[in-house]
């Protein structure tokens, strides 16, 4: 095997591994978010793109180079050619044949597991980002739900203080009226003694004026009957002289 196909074969392997790993169950998908965090990837995340599509390129041109060889040893022709001659040969050119496509393997599946180690490395960060943000919407829902309880206790018991508070004032205007319906009728009861001792002082004083004129008129009549008996009284006196 040449130096670049042990390289390939090398960088088969070691993808291998890494999607192993990245695929074991007890590492979460934070803790690899973790990882691609550090800042060493923001520093050679410019190189990283271009030594993607290069690797890309360079798996591409040695998976055609092995389609090529494995066309070129796998055709009729060859293998009539080659079996016609030596045994040698014709062994030569089946091991040349298992080689290609050995390389046509291993070129193949490099530039699989490559797409798929990429595509992989995007999906566990997506799920990382997905798993923190349901933590962040689920600690919101929660504070959410908490302020809404709490809202509507404290709604509740507003609900609880306006009725008592309601029910006080109801209370405190019943009592009001009451003393005022009480009131009222103290005060009817007083406008109508008055009214009685009223109409009583009026009576009265239509009385005495009844009184009043009669004792006048008792006067008149007592005073000129004191006239006439001085005027009869001093004219006996003149008859006696």
């Given amino acids: 095997m040449t130096i670049q196909w042990v390289a390939v074969a090398s960088f088969l392997y070691a993808e291998i591994g ?15 978010q973790r990882i691609f965090s550090f800042s060493v990837w923001g520093k050679i995340a ?4 271009k030594a993607f599509l290069t690797i890309i390129i360079l798996l591409i041109v040695l998976f055609l180079d092995a389609v090529r060889e494995v066309r070129k040893y796998s055709s009729s022709q060859v293998t009539e050619s080659t079996s016609a001659g030596r045994s040698n040969a014709y062994e030569h050119t089946q091991m040349k044949l298992f080689r290609s496509q050995r390389n046509l393997y291993i070129s193949g599946f490099s ?12 999906l566990i960060t997506q799920l990382a980002k997905e798993i923190i943000n349901k933590g962040v919407l689920k600690t919101q829902a929660e504070n959410t739900n908490k302020a ?5 206790e404290e709604n509740e018991n507003l609900k ?9 004032e109801e209370h405190i205007l019943e009592t009001e ?10 005060l009817k009861t007083e406008l109508k ?7 009583k002082a009026q009576n009265d004083v239509m009385t005495m004026k009844a009184q009043s ?4 008129k008792e006067y008149d009549r007592l005073l000129k009957e004191h006239s006439e008996l001085q005027n009869r009284f001093e004219k006996d006196n003149k008859k006696g002289l």
């Fill in 46 to 49: 410019s190189f990283w793109n």
């Fill in 177 to 186: 009226n009451k003393k005022l319906a009480e009131e009222q009728e103290k």
């Fill in 111 to 122: 530039l699989f597991f490559w797409l798929v180690l990429r595509r992989l490395v995007t």
């Fill in 213 to 216: 004129e009669r004792l006048s």
């Fill in 18 to 32: 890494l999607i192993l790993i990245f695929c074991l169950p007890f590492i979460p998908p934070q803790r690899w």
């Fill in 160 to 168: 609880w203080v306006l009725k008592n508070h309601g029910k006080n």
């Fill in 148 to 152: 809404a309880k709490k809202f509507l």
């Fill in 193 to 199: 003694k008055a009214s009685d001792a009223l109409f």
